[in-house]
């Protein structure tokens, strides 16, 4: 056993230098713990009983050396005396134990920590065994040595090491130490101020916590869960994080660190969820919680960026941009020219046209002779066009002009957007002519799209269908808002015979460019197709109707009580 403990503290290496002859010099090694009988007469019977008092006495003295050693002493040292006493054959009592673990607190040293435990596990201090050496907070029902293990655990805590944490779990196991929570919580720990761990790897320790946890029988309570959310977060695990929290009951919501808060509101902007980061802002105000700059700027940029653009209903969508100016007013001085982008970006989508240009106001005092970005004359024109500000919607361009800030596809777009609002498909048509003639700006699925919308606002199937032509000709491949668009203008253009016509052609574009239909929208898609493709009786287009619902994969009859309901 004292040669398992010296190859653990000093390695394979620092054993072979003490002991050039290897194992068969351990009777020379380690005094009264030889392996070897003593040969020889009484008097080297009675030096050998000699030299065990002289080692005994010198144990005794390391070890109360060592107990005593105040808390300013240097970490080394500790570890220095600990190691003499274990070479020496002695057996650290609890105090050694418990003062050489502090030790590894401080340093922080969680591999010497490990090697302690390791120790430990051979060597459990009898002292202790037979009563508490100290009393921790758990209650007396604990086994005797599990406060030492748990100081173990919290050194490599301190030491970012949860990988060794997690080893002194397991020996705790082999030796059958109960484990706590509080030990779950230190391991989560450790990973979360790891820094050169890989994200997957701080992920499995994460699942192996909570894997363990579950083994043990143990109830994670707010203090496992909050370093969770911090650990998964770290661990590039934005989705699961915000999971941790929401698992977390109001009153450990209370509990947990303000911190943490701002963390689950990082998590979900991470999640691109605006409709969270809303909530959670919300929340967090309520209790009176401070959110911190980087938290705020996170949920600024989500709310401005609306994630994938998908709410529950207009009005969540309509009420974020509350939030984004409050989030700005509260970062105050500290706001940057992105932060007043989102902000805008957030009263545009809402239709707050006058509050956006208010705040593009503050920006361009804030840049001084510097140019707003060109996307955030994109988003004060979105805002404008909204409420209908024509002046100031002209205003904006002539800025964008004078300051030499070249239009894009998406300064472009958003003015076609207003003219599919009126139905303004030449104004469209002659926007993406302009397009056409500039440089560097090439219109996208987004363009032909809303081109297509203003002729369908006109009901005009001939100009919508063409666009799709056109837009194949062009290798953009039209989406399902492109083909609904052109299919509703088949189904409003008062001239049958074009709508009919039109259907034709954009029911054969559809199939021969195999166009990649939204699983949720077939059933509308062929609904529309039939309606417009049977709007001229003097057309028999049953075939291509047919060949049309088994290329979107829906029965005639599905079809058939889809038009059915539609007309009811």
Same mark, same amino acid.
């Given at each position: 056993?004292? *040669? ?9 290496e620092?054993?072979q ?24 007469? *009484? *008097?080297? =019977?009675?030096g ?24 300013? %002493? ?11 006493i ?18 590894? /607190? ?12 390791q ?16 009393? =921790?907070?758990?209650g007396?029902?604990? &086994? ?9 655990? =919290? ?31 230190s ?5 979360? /101020? ?30 496992t ?34 911190s ?17 980061? &809303? ?37 969540v969508?309509?009420r ?25 970006t ?7 046209? /006058? ?26 024109? &979105? ?49 993406l002519?302009e ?19 203003a002729?369908?606002?006109?009901? %005009? ?48 574009l ?8 939204d ?22 287009n049953?075939?291509?109707? /047919? ?22």
């Amino acid at each position: 056993m004292q *040669a398992l403990v010296l190859l653990l503290l000093g390695g394979i290496e620092a054993f072979q230098r003490r002991n050039p002859r290897g194992f068969e010099g351990l009777q020379t090694s380690f005094g009264s713990h030889s392996l070897q009988k003593p040969v020889g007469g *009484a *008097a080297e =019977e009675r030096g050998t009983t000699m030299q065990a008092l002289a080692t005994r006495d010198e144990i005794i003295e390391l070890q109360t050396e060592l107990v005593s050693l105040s808390s300013k %002493v240097p970490h080394h040292i500790v570890f220095r005396k600990f190691k003499q006493i274990v070479k020496k054959g002695g057996e650290p009592d609890g105090a050694a134990f418990e003062s050489v673990l502090r030790a590894c /607190q401080r340093a922080p040293s969680g591999p010497f920590a490990l090697k302690v435990s390791q120790v430990l596990r051979e060597m459990p201090p009898q002292d202790m065994l037979q009563g508490f050496f100290f009393v =921790e907070d758990e209650g007396a029902d604990l &086994h005797p040595l599990t406060p030492l293990y748990g100081m173990a655990v =919290e050194a490599c805590a301190r030491d970012a090491a949860p990988l060794d944490a997690l080893r002194i779990m397991d020996l705790m196991r082999e030796v059958s130490i109960p484990r706590i929570e509080r030990n779950y919580v230190s391991v989560l720990r450790a990973a979360a /101020q790891n820094r050169e761990l890989d994200s997957e790897s701080l992920a499995q320790i994460a699942g192996t916590a909570m894997r363990l946890l579950k083994v043990d029988g143990i109830r994670p309570g707010g203090d496992t869960y909050s370093m969770l959310l911090q650990t998964l977060l770290r661990a590039g695990r934005p989705e699961a994080a915000l999971a941790a929290f929401e698992a977390m009951n109001d009153a450990q919501k209370s509990d947990m660190p303000p911190s943490n808060w701002g963390r689950a509101v990082l998590a979900a902007s991470r999640c691109r969820n605006p409709e969270k980061v &809303h909530e959670l802002v919300e929340e967090a105000w309520g209790r009176g919680i401070r959110l911190s700059v980087p938290d705020m700027k996170a949920a600024l940029r989500c709310l401005g960026q609306d994630g994938d653009g998908r709410f529950r209903s207009d009005v969540v969508s309509m009420r974020h941009w509350r939030i984004a100016t409050r989030l700005l007013e509260t970062i105050g001085d500290k706001a940057s020219v992105d932060d007043y982008h989102f902000a805008i970006t957030a009263c545009g989508r809402a239709g707050k046209g /006058q509050k956006a240009l208010e705040l593009f106001a503050e920006l361009k005092a804030l840049t001084g002779d510097e140019p707003a970005p060109r996307k955030t004359y994109n988003s004060c024109l &979105h805002a404008a066009l909204r409420e209908e500000m024509m002046e100031e919607t002209q205003q904006l361009l002539s800025e964008m002009q004078a300051n030499k800030i070249s239009f894009d596809v998406v300064t472009y777009n958003i003015m076609l957007d207003q003219y599919a609002q009126r139905g303004d498909w030449r104004g469209a048509i002659r926007t993406l002519q302009e397009m056409d003639d500039a440089d560097d700006v090439s219109p996208n699925v987004v363009t032909f799209g809303t081109v297509i919308a203003a002729a369908a606002r006109d009901k %005009v199937s001939i100009v919508a269908s063409e666009l799709l032509s056109r837009m194949l000709a062009r290798d953009t491949t039209p989406n399902t808002p492109c083909l609904m668009a052109a299919l509703e203008a088949c189904c409003v253009d008062p001239e049958e015979e074009d709508a009919c016509a039109s259907a034709i052609k954009v029911a054969n574009l559809m199939i021969d460019a195999q166009i990649d239909v939204d699983e949720d929208r077939r059933p509308l898609i062929s609904q529309l197709l039939v309606e417009a493709l049977r709007r001229d009786d003097a057309v028999d287009n049953s075939d291509l109707i /047919q060949r049309s619902l088994d290329f979107l994969g829906i029965s005639a009859n599905d079809a058939a009580e889809r038009i059915r309901s539609a007309e009811l």
